[in-house]
């Protein structure tokens, strides 16, 4: 094994440990949009080169955020209309979002402009706007921010949630499987990771002709897949390393997000053949197989099983029984749920019979800078008085915590199945009669990751939710940008924005803001 060999082979929390983060770019106080800098803006009252201050700064970086999570769901839709053959759909956001949402942002300026394939312009303008010299009014700058949240929502994790829906089918509630105890020694092993549905879809249709291979998914294509066919679910994204650890997966197919670049290292220690099938998701020492529609996903299919079968013999000696000492059973978990099987009636009637003080949506990502189990542990408590709703790696950790229950946490799929978890507040808060600003909806990153979770969370603050941030707060470091935030939500839909990295204060944050 060479050195970077065992680099990648050391876990991630070890290798975060190792690797501090930034305490200038953890609060988006770093300016490196051109090559003055990079500026450091550790104080309100220093400036950069340009003359930009710390709000403009802290905006920018918060927008570049959301611009990059939006072209990643968005991507996601787009690549899933190409491999139908489909067009972007006209007017959909004036189609899915609620009337009165829409006039609203249409009257405060951050409806998008453009229809289809421009909302693709708008992504690319936030890029534009926060480059050097353009853009310097960091209240426009987060108008942007909600209007990129909205493309992110109804462009991306709407549409690409509809397309799956309508292509291969809508999921169902089931019992399934998840953690590394899904993993069969004795068969051969298929692990699929990233997000879209193309490849994987093809290769749940094909194993199925083939008795002898287990597939485990990792991330949220193997939520995807678990929610829509009940394949088991290996691992979230902390996890990724440790299904390729255990010596018997023989492929892992991977497409788009999330797939960490250390797989390719981590693949070559083993006799596991790494595959990419996305043609902006290539990697180092990995087969390619590009899927484009379903003639290519097929062909893609047979060639892994058969890459597949010929690896089992190529397992190290002694890794089964190594395995099956270590892991544990695979723990069953309720999951499959959509705005379809939840009864928005029943849980508006729980709510006001004051059975539960309301509803958290706990979405996304699991970090290794954070703690996992006290997260856990902070939601269980509040789902005696909260309903959970989640989806993404989240969901995982709530699975392996015997906590999906169907009654007190709903799972909702994964990240762009967010949809469904707007499509739920809309559906109660119409029970209600009321506005979904009016709801006690709080929507929860308290672990993110990745850029989408920004978009994410600009979405739901655009539909009214109130929104909690863990750690990190890109949103924290300046006071103007935060009360800006504040004052334009609470104007807009009496809203609240609750940073708070530490699980165990989170409770008093809720219940002091009156949610
Ligand atoms: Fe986050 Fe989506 Fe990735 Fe997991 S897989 S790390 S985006 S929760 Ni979607």
């Known amino acids: 094994m060479t050195e970077s060999a065992m680099t990648a082979v050391s876990g991630i929390d070890e290798r975060a440990a190792a690797m501090q983060p930034c305490q200038i770019g953890i609060h988006a106080l770093c300016c490196k949009h051109c090559m003055m800098g990079p500026c450091r803006l550790m104080n309100e009252n220093r400036k950069s080169v340009c003359g930009a201050d710390q709000a403009l700064v802290v905006a920018r970086n918060i927008l570049r955020f959301a611009a990059g999570g939006a072209a990643a769901h968005c991507g996601h839709a787009r690549h899933t209309l190409d491999f139908l053959g ?53 209240r426009d ?33 089931r019992r399934a499987t998840v953690s590394l105890g899904c993993i069969d020694p004795g068969k051969v092993n298929i692990a699929i990771h990233g997000h879209e549905p ?91 197989l590009p899927v484009t529609d379903a003639g290519s996903a097929a062909e893609m299919a047979r060639k892994v099983i058969g890459i597949a079968g010929e690896g089992k013999t190529k397992r190290r000696p002694g890794a089964e029984a190594e395995f099956l000492a270590k892991a544990g059973k695979p723990v069953k978990a309720l999951v499959g749920f959509s705005g379809r099987s939840v009864d928005a009636k029943g849980l508006w009637e729980r709510y006001e019979k004051k059975r539960i003080r309301g509803f958290i949506a706990v979405v996304g990502c699991v970090s290794p800078r954070s703690d996992r189990d006290a997260w856990v542990t902070m939601f ?86 109130s929104i909690h941030l863990g750690y990190p707060h890109v949103f924290s470091a300046n006071q103007q940008v935060v009360s800006c935030l504040e004052e334009t939500l609470g104007d807009l839909f009496k809203s609240r924005i609750l940073l708070c990295d530490h699980p165990r204060n989170l409770y008093g944050r809720i219940r002091e803001n009156g949610l």
């Open 86 to 138: 489909k067009r972007a759909p006209r007017r959909y956001i004036r189609k899915k979002a609620p009337p009165y949402l829409y006039e609203l942002w249409d009257s405060i300026g951050v409806l998008p402009s453009r229809d289809g394939d421009g909302h693709f312009f708008d992504i690319s303008e936030a890029i534009h706007l926060t480059t050097f010299g353009v853009d310097a009014d960091f």
């Open 141 to 173: 700058i987060l108008r942007w921010c909600l209007r990129i949240g909205i493309i992110d929502g109804y462009f991306g994790l709407y549409l690409a949630t509809g397309l799956e829906h309508g292509k291969w089918g809508f999921p169902k509630p």
């Open 380 to 465: 269980r408590e509040l789902s005696e008085e909260y309903v959970i709703f989640t989806t993404g790696c989240m969901g995982f950790e709530f699975a392996r915590a015997g906590l999906l229950d169907g009654e007190r946490f709903f799972h909702l799929g994964s990240c762009v199945n967010n949809a469904h978890i707007a499509e739920i507040f809309r559906a109660i808060s119409e029970e209600a009669g009321r506005r979904i600003d009016e709801m006690p909806f709080l929507v929860s990153a308290p672990m993110a990751v990745t850029e989408k979770c920004v978009a994410i969370g600009l979405f739901f603050a655009a539909l009214g939710c």
């Open 198 to 288: 193309l490849a994987a879809s093809a290769l749940v249709e094909e194993a199925a002709r083939h008795e002898n291979v287990n597939l485990v998914g990792v991330c949220c294509s193997g939520v995807s897949l678990q929610a829509r066919y009940g394949v088991p679910l290996a691992a979230h994204v902390t996890l990724q390393e440790d299904v390729v650890r255990t010596g018997l997966i023989e492929a892992m197919v991977v497409d788009v997000q999330c797939v960490m670049p250390s797989l390719s290292e981590m693949c070559e220690c083993f006799h596991t053949r790494l595959i990419t099938t996305s043609g902006i998701g290539r990697m180092p020492n990995a087969i390619h």
